[in-house]
Protein backbone atom coordinates (compact mmCIF):
# COMPACT_ATOMS: atom_id res chain seq x y z
CA UNK A 1 0.00 0.00 0.00
CA UNK A 2 1.38 3.89 -0.99
CA UNK A 3 0.09 7.27 0.29
CA UNK A 4 -3.05 7.56 2.34
CA UNK A 5 -5.68 4.87 2.61
CA UNK A 6 -8.76 4.74 4.76
CA UNK A 7 -11.10 2.01 5.58
CA UNK A 8 -14.29 1.61 5.21
CA UNK A 9 -14.92 3.62 1.94
CA UNK A 10 -18.66 3.50 2.46
CA UNK A 11 -20.61 3.10 6.33
CA UNK A 12 -24.33 3.70 7.10
CA UNK A 13 -24.97 3.99 10.56
CA UNK A 14 -27.67 4.48 13.00
CA UNK A 15 -27.79 7.23 15.27
CA UNK A 16 -27.39 4.44 18.12
CA UNK A 17 -24.44 2.77 16.64
CA UNK A 18 -20.53 3.16 17.73
CA UNK A 19 -18.60 2.99 14.90
CA UNK A 20 -14.86 3.92 13.88
CA UNK A 21 -13.45 4.90 10.50
CA UNK A 22 -9.09 4.16 10.21
CA UNK A 23 -6.71 5.94 8.18
CA UNK A 24 -3.40 4.80 7.64
CA UNK A 25 -0.45 6.95 5.55
CA UNK A 26 2.84 5.01 4.47
CA UNK A 27 4.54 8.29 3.21
CA UNK A 28 6.24 8.64 6.67
CA UNK A 29 5.02 11.77 7.59
CA UNK A 30 4.69 13.03 11.42
CA UNK A 31 1.37 15.03 11.06
CA UNK A 32 -1.98 13.55 10.55
CA UNK A 33 -5.68 15.34 10.07
CA UNK A 34 -8.99 14.81 10.13
CA UNK A 35 -11.49 17.05 7.78
CA UNK A 36 -15.36 16.79 7.27
CA UNK A 37 -16.52 17.54 3.75
CA UNK A 38 -20.24 18.37 3.81
CA UNK A 39 -21.87 19.62 0.05
CA UNK A 40 -21.82 22.96 -0.95
CA UNK A 41 -18.87 24.04 2.05
CA UNK A 42 -15.33 23.84 2.32
CA UNK A 43 -13.44 21.59 3.92
CA UNK A 44 -13.43 21.57 7.60
CA UNK A 45 -10.71 20.90 9.86
CA UNK A 46 -11.48 18.63 12.58
CA UNK A 47 -8.66 17.20 14.85
CA UNK A 48 -4.77 17.77 14.31
CA UNK A 49 -1.88 15.17 14.92
CA UNK A 50 1.80 15.48 15.16
CA UNK A 51 3.80 13.05 16.67
CA UNK A 52 0.89 11.47 18.38
CA UNK A 53 0.04 14.44 20.30
CA UNK A 54 -3.51 16.07 19.44
CA UNK A 55 -2.46 19.87 18.61
CA UNK A 56 -5.92 20.92 17.41
CA UNK A 57 -9.72 20.61 17.94
CA UNK A 58 -11.98 22.93 15.68
CA UNK A 59 -14.68 22.93 18.72
CA UNK A 60 -15.88 19.41 17.10
CA UNK A 61 -18.81 17.72 19.32
CA UNK A 62 -18.05 14.79 21.67
CA UNK A 63 -19.68 12.31 19.62
CA UNK A 64 -16.45 12.46 17.55
CA UNK A 65 -13.24 10.81 19.31
CA UNK A 66 -10.43 10.66 17.29
CA UNK A 67 -6.99 8.68 17.97
CA UNK A 68 -3.87 8.81 17.09
CA UNK A 69 -2.29 5.59 18.74
CA UNK A 70 1.25 6.34 16.63
CA UNK A 71 2.45 8.35 13.68
CA UNK A 72 1.10 6.25 10.84
CA UNK A 73 -2.69 5.44 12.28
CA UNK A 74 -5.64 7.48 12.76
CA UNK A 75 -8.65 6.41 13.92
CA UNK A 76 -11.91 8.47 14.51
CA UNK A 77 -14.36 7.01 16.76
CA UNK A 78 -18.16 7.68 16.42
CA UNK A 79 -20.96 7.47 19.09
CA UNK A 80 -24.52 9.14 18.70
CA UNK A 81 -24.24 10.59 15.64
CA UNK A 82 -27.13 12.92 14.14
CA UNK A 83 -28.12 12.78 10.45
CA UNK A 84 -26.12 16.26 9.93
CA UNK A 85 -23.31 14.84 10.09
CA UNK A 86 -23.15 12.74 6.95
CA UNK A 87 -20.44 13.91 5.36
CA UNK A 88 -17.40 12.86 3.16
CA UNK A 89 -14.45 12.62 5.78
CA UNK A 90 -11.02 12.63 4.73
CA UNK A 91 -7.59 11.73 6.29
CA UNK A 92 -4.79 13.51 5.51
CA UNK A 93 -0.92 13.55 6.60
CA UNK A 94 2.05 16.26 5.77
CA UNK A 95 5.42 16.22 7.05
CA UNK A 96 5.65 19.65 8.39
CA UNK A 97 8.91 21.12 7.46
CA UNK A 98 10.36 24.70 7.83
CA UNK A 99 12.98 26.19 5.23
CA UNK A 100 13.68 30.07 4.75
CA UNK A 101 11.60 31.06 7.69
CA UNK A 102 8.28 29.74 5.85
CA UNK A 103 6.56 26.45 6.40
CA UNK A 104 5.39 23.86 3.96
CA UNK A 105 3.57 21.11 4.70
CA UNK A 106 1.69 19.74 2.04
CA UNK A 107 -0.79 17.66 3.06
CA UNK A 108 -1.90 14.38 1.07
CA UNK A 109 -5.16 12.94 1.28
CA UNK A 110 -6.80 9.47 1.48
CA UNK A 111 -9.72 8.62 -0.56
CA UNK A 112 -12.13 9.32 2.09
CA UNK A 113 -14.94 7.39 3.91
CA UNK A 114 -18.29 8.64 2.93
CA UNK A 115 -20.79 8.56 5.87
CA UNK A 116 -24.58 8.17 5.97
CA UNK A 117 -26.45 8.73 9.49
CA UNK A 118 -30.09 7.65 9.64
CA UNK B 1 -15.38 37.58 6.60
CA UNK B 2 -14.43 34.15 5.18
CA UNK B 3 -10.52 33.37 6.12
CA UNK B 4 -10.27 32.32 2.59
CA UNK B 5 -12.43 32.77 -0.21
CA UNK B 6 -13.03 32.29 -3.72
CA UNK B 7 -15.44 32.85 -6.46
CA UNK B 8 -17.35 29.09 -6.69
CA UNK B 9 -17.74 29.66 -10.68
CA UNK B 10 -18.27 27.63 -12.15
CA UNK B 11 -15.86 28.94 -15.10
CA UNK B 12 -17.10 27.22 -18.22
CA UNK B 13 -14.07 27.95 -20.95
CA UNK B 14 -13.17 26.15 -24.27
CA UNK B 15 -10.41 24.24 -24.50
CA UNK B 16 -7.43 26.02 -25.20
CA UNK B 17 -8.23 29.27 -23.47
CA UNK B 18 -6.37 30.31 -20.61
CA UNK B 19 -8.39 31.40 -17.33
CA UNK B 20 -7.41 32.65 -14.17
CA UNK B 21 -8.50 32.18 -10.71
CA UNK B 22 -8.06 34.54 -7.37
CA UNK B 23 -8.33 33.49 -3.72
CA UNK B 24 -8.02 35.97 -0.92
CA UNK B 25 -7.39 35.45 2.40
CA UNK B 26 -8.03 37.67 5.45
CA UNK B 27 -5.57 36.99 8.26
CA UNK B 28 -2.27 38.30 7.43
CA UNK B 29 -0.32 35.78 9.59
CA UNK B 30 -1.08 33.03 6.85
CA UNK B 31 2.20 31.76 5.89
CA UNK B 32 2.33 29.22 3.41
CA UNK B 33 -0.25 28.44 0.20
CA UNK B 34 -1.33 26.01 -1.86
CA UNK B 35 -3.93 24.94 -4.70
CA UNK B 36 -5.73 21.62 -4.55
CA UNK B 37 -7.68 19.76 -6.99
CA UNK B 38 -10.59 17.88 -6.37
CA UNK B 39 -12.66 15.81 -9.22
CA UNK B 40 -16.30 14.80 -8.36
CA UNK B 41 -16.57 12.66 -5.70
CA UNK B 42 -12.74 12.59 -5.44
CA UNK B 43 -10.48 13.12 -2.50
CA UNK B 44 -8.49 17.18 -3.31
CA UNK B 45 -4.62 16.10 -4.71
CA UNK B 46 -2.48 18.75 -4.38
CA UNK B 47 -2.09 20.60 -7.45
CA UNK B 48 1.16 22.94 -6.12
CA UNK B 49 2.19 25.16 -3.63
CA UNK B 50 2.56 28.44 -3.64
CA UNK B 51 5.75 30.10 -3.33
CA UNK B 52 6.66 34.13 -2.49
CA UNK B 53 8.62 34.25 -6.02
CA UNK B 54 5.83 32.75 -7.65
CA UNK B 55 6.16 29.31 -9.42
CA UNK B 56 5.37 27.75 -12.65
CA UNK B 57 4.45 23.88 -13.53
CA UNK B 58 3.64 23.31 -17.31
CA UNK B 59 0.64 24.81 -17.91
CA UNK B 60 -0.10 25.71 -14.67
CA UNK B 61 1.17 29.10 -13.06
CA UNK B 62 0.52 30.42 -9.14
CA UNK B 63 1.39 33.58 -7.81
CA UNK B 64 1.26 35.46 -4.67
CA UNK B 65 0.71 38.57 -3.31
CA UNK B 66 1.09 39.18 0.10
CA UNK B 67 0.80 43.00 0.15
CA UNK B 68 -3.15 42.60 -1.04
CA UNK B 69 -3.45 39.13 0.35
CA UNK B 70 -4.46 37.39 -2.20
CA UNK B 71 -3.00 34.21 -4.90
CA UNK B 72 -3.29 32.99 -8.41
CA UNK B 73 -3.63 30.21 -10.26
CA UNK B 74 -3.20 30.48 -14.01
CA UNK B 75 -4.40 27.16 -16.35
CA UNK B 76 -2.89 27.81 -19.76
CA UNK B 77 -3.98 25.79 -22.86
CA UNK B 78 -6.98 24.62 -21.26
CA UNK B 79 -7.69 20.98 -21.60
CA UNK B 80 -10.81 18.81 -20.95
CA UNK B 81 -9.54 17.01 -18.28
CA UNK B 82 -8.25 20.29 -15.99
CA UNK B 83 -12.20 20.00 -15.31
CA UNK B 84 -12.13 20.17 -11.58
CA UNK B 85 -13.04 21.86 -8.61
CA UNK B 86 -9.75 23.82 -8.01
CA UNK B 87 -9.72 24.35 -3.85
CA UNK B 88 -7.09 27.24 -2.36
CA UNK B 89 -5.40 26.74 0.86
CA UNK B 90 -4.29 29.09 3.26
CA UNK B 91 -1.85 27.77 6.25
CA UNK B 92 -0.74 29.27 9.60
CA UNK B 93 1.35 28.26 12.56
CA UNK B 94 2.48 25.90 10.39
CA UNK B 95 0.19 22.40 10.06
CA UNK B 96 -2.01 23.45 12.45
CA UNK B 97 -3.80 25.88 11.27
CA UNK B 98 -5.42 25.31 7.89
CA UNK B 99 -7.99 26.48 5.88
CA UNK B 100 -9.42 25.23 2.62
CA UNK B 101 -11.77 27.68 0.66
CA UNK B 102 -15.14 26.74 -0.97
CA UNK B 103 -13.36 26.06 -4.25
CA UNK B 104 -13.91 27.14 -7.94
CA UNK B 105 -15.56 25.27 -10.19
CA UNK B 106 -13.51 24.86 -13.73
CA UNK B 107 -15.61 23.05 -17.15
CA UNK B 108 -13.77 22.78 -20.57
CA UNK B 109 -15.90 22.46 -23.15
CA UNK B 110 -14.75 20.71 -26.12
Known amino acids: ETGVTQTPRHLVMGMTNKKSLKCEQHLGHNAMYWYKQSAKKPLELMFV???????ENNSVPSRFSPECPNSSHLFLHLHTLQPEDSALYLCASSQDRTSGGSSYNEQFFGPGTRLTVL | RKEVEQDPGPFNVPEGATVAFNCTYSNSASQSFFWYRQDCRKEPKLLMSVYSSGNEDGRFTAQLNRASQYISLLIRDSKLSDSATYLC???????????FGTGTKLQVIP
Open chain 1, 49 to 55: YNFKEQT
Open chain 2, 89 to 99: VAVRGGYQKVT
